[in-house]
């Protein structure tokens, strides 16, 4: 259909009752204008690249920065306690604000869709715009919080900190008690590929309620679960927005080289498609003049 | 037995860590959130400012979980008689798996070498003039400011 469409806008563009001069006028600029479109995709995916290696760093030292927790919640397995089966489920989704990379933000908003027809009660908090947009479209009324301004520099410690505690404000102010919270991210599994994946985090009373919290010493009266808690969603946001970066970068550098290689093959066809009509028209009006002189005979 | 032990004895299920450490070298995992200072090396013995006191660990420690106070994390990588590396951390997070490995991960940490008294007093006089002042964020801010340059003063000293 989309070809179909094509077709008539070349039709249109190129009418058979216009002079060949003005087609190869539209064919020169139509020419430059690709290379130009190749020229910022060039330019974007080199940008991506050089940052591709410090997003890259970032996301394993986030990662070693959040291991901690993961491993207290294998050992004391949070997973089977039996509150994760109870009360509302909070979901946070992590993309960015910035686009053309790809179907990076599209695939997460497209798992968190899935998740919401399961469970059509649970509400979410977005981190970053494109998520936003699209979780809005559907399911606007799911959407209870959101930020922006994120995922244009490596995120730190600071960014994450500030997130989490407006999240720990409105679970607080919230008459829902939240049991387990999914952090969504795009984990990049390999250069060229990435899935959205989720960590849960779960609170004090959750942990509390763990099988395993026997096999750690803890002091009762300082009510680490609770701090811990608060610690590690922020540890865990901070991993994600690590991983989630590094997965949209790498993302958005494939798409960018894409984009050039297709810009690319569009500009050899073009430059022939050119080449031709240039000759056609010279033919033409060689074949004038002889035409012309010869009558003249 | 551990039936019995887990419905009739709730607290003592929280008091006493029952999962023994299996090795005899503590492998210390110390990470910023920009960067790693310690991957599984393994170490002789660590010093913490827990929240309920200064601990030593050693390797086979119990399993603890506990948050970090303003202080010195102490590091002995191989002889736990010589001086150990010193590290000054704001706050943060400690914990000893069963394993005998130690996590420690904070916001910020720094060789206590790198600081510079005149300036940690400085800012701590500073940090003395907002303690009272009438807006409560800022005496609550300068109040943490003052507790933590206080406490590096003394370790610096």
């Not at chain 1, 190129?14 to 290379?35: C, D, G, H």
């Not at chain 1, 394993?60 to 994760?84: G, H």
């Not at chain 2, 827990?50 to 601990?55: I, T």
């Not at chain 2, 798996?97 to 600081?115: G, H, K, V």
Request: charged fraction near 25%.
């Amino acid at each position: 259909m989309f070809r179909q469409a094509a077709i008539i806008a070349t039709k249109q563009s190129y009418p058979a009752n216009v002079r060949q001069f003005a087609t190869l006028r539209e064919i020169e600029m139509r020419l430059k204008s690709i290379k130009n479109i190749k020229k910022i995709t060039k330019t974007m995916m080199i940008v991506a690249s050089t940052r591709l290696s410090k997003a890259q760093r970032n996301k394993v030292t986030t990662a070693e920065f959040a291991k901690p927790e993961k491993n207290f919640y294998q050992i004391t397995e949070a997973e089977t306690s039996p509150l994760t089966k109870e009360g509302k489920s909070l979901v946070i989704a992590i993309t960015s604000d910035k686009g053309l990379c790809g179907s990076i933000h599209s695939s997460m908003a497209k798992k968190i869709r899935s998740l919401l027809k399961e469970d059509s009660s649970a509400e979410i908090i977005t981190i970053g715009d494109k998520i936003k947009q699209q979780i809005l479209r559907t399911n606007g009324d799911n959407v209870k919080l959101a930020f922006n301004g994120v995922g244009k520099v490596d995120p730190n410690f600071l960014e994450s900190s500030l997130i989490s505690s407006e999240i720990l404000k409105y679970i607080n102010e919230s008459p829902e008690t939240y049991n387990k919270i999914s952090v969504f991210f795009n984990d990049p599994i390999t250069s060229i590929s990435f899935e959205a994946t989720n960590d849960p985090v779960y609170n004090e009373a959750t942990v509390n309620e763990a099988p395993g919290l026997c096999k750690y010493e803890i002091t009762q009266d300082l009510n680490i679960p609770k701090d811990l808690f608060e610690y590690a969603l922020n540890t865990k946001i901070l991993s994600a927005m690590g991983k989630g970066y590094a997965a949209e970068i790498s993302a958005r550098r494939n798409a960018m080289d894409n984009a050039s290689k297709n810009a690319g093959d569009m500009i050899n066809r073009y430059s022939i498609l050119y080449n031709r009509t240039r000759q056609a028209v010279i033919t033409n009006e060689l074949v004038d003049i002889i035409t012309g002189a010869s009558s003249l005979d | 037995m551990f039936a019995l032990r887990r419905t009739g004895l709730q607290t003592l299920k929280r008091t006493y860590a029952n999962e023994a450490a299996a090795s005899d070298v503590l492998k210390l995992q110390f990470a910023l959130p920009y960067n790693v200072l310690y991957q599984n090396q393994a170490v002789k013995q660590v010093n913490l400012p827990l929240q309920s006191g200064r601990a030593g660990i050693l390797p086979n420690h119990v399993p603890i979980v506990e948050q970090l106070s303003a202080g010195i994390v102490e590091v002995f990588e191989k002889d736990a008689t010589a001086a150990g590396k010193k590290y000054f951390v704001s706050s943060g997070f400690a914990s000893v798996q069963p394993d005998s490995t130690l996590n420690i991960t904070c916001a910020e940490a720094f060789e206590l070498s790198e600081f510079d008294l005149s300036k940690v007093q400085s800012l701590k006089n500073e940090a003395e003039k907002n303690l009272t002042s009438s807006d409560e964020v800022v005496a609550t801010d300068a109040k943490i400011q003052f507790d933590l340059l206080t406490t590096l003063e003394n370790e610096l000293k």
